[in-house]
């Protein structure tokens, strides 16, 4: 529903003018805000200009509309001209004639917030334009609709204080636009500024979790090392216990029995071993002490070193554990390299069938970056099945023997934090256990004395 309040021909400038001026009068009146009402009137003498460059004359109503629950600001501007053909095409851009015909169309639906046109072939056009209120808006009686329509016939136009009118309000919106870009160029530099401490913080908190995630790794590993060296301590002082144990025992005969002599020999075995395990205990604490990566090296002579475990395991018969006399001298962690070679002699004589005389041989050989160790053995070797598993943790090839079972892990991982690898070789009779260690640690190669 629309209800008129002024009409306008248009039949020269100086009307176009005057349809922009009206346009803007009303649209203060109706409390529409600077930037919509400079938009609808220029929509308005867009439209009005085409009637009179194409057509010759025409009108333009104004009036109120309502429709949907909303208020308009209307105005409907109409000719008697031949009609425009070619309407939709216009509209879309898709035909525009050399003159620019049809740009003016496409410019005023753009600027207003309700477009609609209408054309017949030698009927004529109307174009209706609409600019929406604002929800304050107070309702326009028919005597203040009167009342403006005196106060605007009252209004002397001058086409060219009209024009410098509209370039001033032009400036002003202008203005207004250059202070907004203004403020959007700094609300611009603050956002990027704020993405960019955005991405440092995710990148911040990427490394926190990676470094999270590295220290549960190594919390893990620490873990599983404390575990590893409670199995080692358990297992490895066992075999100097048993002998200090079988030594008290043979004390304790030799003193019922009153062979003192034997007894005083009994007294300087059971002193060594006693003396080797403190030994072994110091190295164990020292080890538990420092850690995996900061055990200290030393200068350690494998020749002298294999002599103390044999010692310490309490072979007393030289010719079971054959030893080359010409073995490597290391810098290296001493206690690493003694758990490794104790644990595959123990388990080579634990582990033998006595159906022959048991025999060790150890042997050595340089291979590029690294030392490969062998403990070879003459007893009744290792099923082909077995060969693999009897590296894991309690995991044993002989059901005979009471035995722990970490042994043979510890070796593993031992040889495996050295950047080394262990394997066994075993067809039939004997079994042979290989060790790589690095030989960058090779200090030289010495011959027994």
């Given at each position: 529903?629309?209800?008129?309040?002024?009409?306008?021909?248009?039949?020269?400038?100086l009307d176009v003018v005057l349809a922009y001026n009206r346009a803007r009068q009303l649209s203060e009146r109706l409390g529409i805000s600077m930037g919509s009402r400079t938009k609808f009137s220029t929509a308005v003498s867009e439209i009005c200009r085409n009637v009179i460059e194409h057509v010759g004359n025409g009108q333009i109503k104004f009036g109120l509309a309502e429709e949907t629950g909303h208020k308009y600001l209307e105005a409907v501007i109409s000719?008697?001209?031949?009609?425009?053909?070619?309407?939709?095409?216009?509209?879309?851009?898709t035909e525009t004639t050399v003159a620019g015909k049809g740009t003016g169309l496409q410019n005023s639906r753009k600027l207003v917030d309700y477009f609609h046109i209408e054309s017949q072939f030698e009927r004529g056009t109307q174009v209706t334009l609409?600019?929406?209120?604002?929800?304050?808006?107070?309702?326009v009686s028919k005597a203040t609709a009167e009342t403006w329509i005196f106060e605007l016939n009252q209004e002397q136009v001058s086409p060219y204080a009209e024009i410098k009118k509209q370039n001033m309000q032009l400036l002003d919106v202008l203005d207004n636009l250059r202070e907004r870009n203004e403020v959007s160029q700094h609300q611009l530099k603050e956002?990027?500024?704020?993405?960019?401490?955005?991405q440092q913080y995710n990148n911040d908190i990427q490394e926190l979790l990676q470094e999270r995630e590295n220290q549960n790794k190594l919390l893990h590993k620490i873990n599983d090392e404390l575990d590893a060296f409670a199995h080692t301590v358990s297992h490895d002082l066992r075999a100097p216990l048993?002998?200090?144990?079988?030594?008290?025992?043979?004390?304790?005969?030799?003193?019922?029995?009153?062979?003192?002599?034997?007894?005083?020999?009994?007294?300087?075995?059971?002193?060594?071993?006693?003396?080797?395990?403190?030994?072994?205990?110091?190295?164990?604490?020292?080890?538990s002490l420092a850690g995996r990566q900061n055990m200290v090296k030393a200068t350690t002579d494998v020749s002298e070193l294999l002599h103390d475990v044999v010692n310490l395991l309490g072979i007393s018969?030289?010719?079971?554990?054959?030893?080359?006399?010409e073995l490597p001298v290391l810098v290296t962690e001493r206690i690493f390299l003694h758990q490794v070679?104790?644990?595959?002699?123990?388990?080579?004589?634990k582990y033998h069938d006595h159906l022959e005389q048991p025999r060790v041989l150890i042997q050595y050989v340089l291979k590029g970056s690294l030392i490969e160790f062998a403990v070879e053995d003459n007893g009744p070797g290792i099923a082909p099945e077995s060969q693999n598993k009897i590296f894991e943790m309690?995991?044993?090839?002989?059901?005979?023997?009471?035995?722990?079972?970490?042994?043979?892990?510890?070796?593993?991982?031992?040889?495996?934090?050295?950047?080394?690898?262990?394997?066994?070789?075993?067809?039939?009779?004997?079994?042979r256990f290989v060790f790589t260690w690095p030989a960058n640690e090779l200090v030289r190669i010495t011959k027994a004395q």
């Amino acid at each position: 529903m629309t209800r008129n309040i002024i009409k306008i021909n248009i039949n020269n400038e100086l009307d176009v003018v005057l349809a922009y001026n009206r346009a803007r009068q009303l649209s203060e009146r109706l409390g529409i805000s600077m930037g919509s009402r400079t938009k609808f009137s220029t929509a308005v003498s867009e439209i009005c200009r085409n009637v009179i460059e194409h057509v010759g004359n025409g009108q333009i109503k104004f009036g109120l509309a309502e429709e949907t629950g909303h208020k308009y600001l209307e105005a409907v501007i109409s000719d008697r001209g031949r009609g425009i053909g070619n309407v939709e095409s216009l509209l879309k851009n898709t035909e525009t004639t050399v003159a620019g015909k049809g740009t003016g169309l496409q410019n005023s639906r753009k600027l207003v917030d309700y477009f609609h046109i209408e054309s017949q072939f030698e009927r004529g056009t109307q174009v209706t334009l609409r600019q929406r209120l604002p929800h304050n808006t107070q309702h326009v009686s028919k005597a203040t609709a009167e009342t403006w329509i005196f106060e605007l016939n009252q209004e002397q136009v001058s086409p060219y204080a009209e024009i410098k009118k509209q370039n001033m309000q032009l400036l002003d919106v202008l203005d207004n636009l250059r202070e907004r870009n203004e403020v959007s160029q700094h609300q611009l530099k603050e956002i990027r500024h704020l993405n960019e401490q955005l991405q440092q913080y995710n990148n911040d908190i990427q490394e926190l979790l990676q470094e999270r995630e590295n220290q549960n790794k190594l919390l893990h590993k620490i873990n599983d090392e404390l575990d590893a060296f409670a199995h080692t301590v358990s297992h490895d002082l066992r075999a100097p216990l048993q002998n200090i144990k079988g030594l008290a025992s043979a004390l304790e005969d030799c003193l019922h029995s009153q062979k003192l002599d034997d007894a005083q020999e009994m007294f300087k075995m059971l002193h060594f071993q006693t003396s080797k395990m403190d030994n072994f205990i110091t190295s164990i604490l020292s080890y538990s002490l420092a850690g995996r990566q900061n055990m200290v090296k030393a200068t350690t002579d494998v020749s002298e070193l294999l002599h103390d475990v044999v010692n310490l395991l309490g072979i007393s018969n030289s010719s079971v554990v054959q030893i080359p006399g010409e073995l490597p001298v290391l810098v290296t962690e001493r206690i690493f390299l003694h758990q490794v070679f104790s644990n595959l002699i123990s388990n080579a004589l634990k582990y033998h069938d006595h159906l022959e005389q048991p025999r060790v041989l150890i042997q050595y050989v340089l291979k590029g970056s690294l030392i490969e160790f062998a403990v070879e053995d003459n007893g009744p070797g290792i099923a082909p099945e077995s060969q693999n598993k009897i590296f894991e943790m309690y995991e044993t090839a002989n059901a005979h023997h009471i035995s722990t079972g970490i042994g043979l892990a510890i070796v593993r991982k031992i040889v495996k934090g050295k950047g080394g690898d262990v394997w066994v070789e075993s067809a039939g009779r004997g079994a042979r256990f290989v060790f790589t260690w690095p030989a960058n640690e090779l200090v030289r190669i010495t011959k027994a004395q």
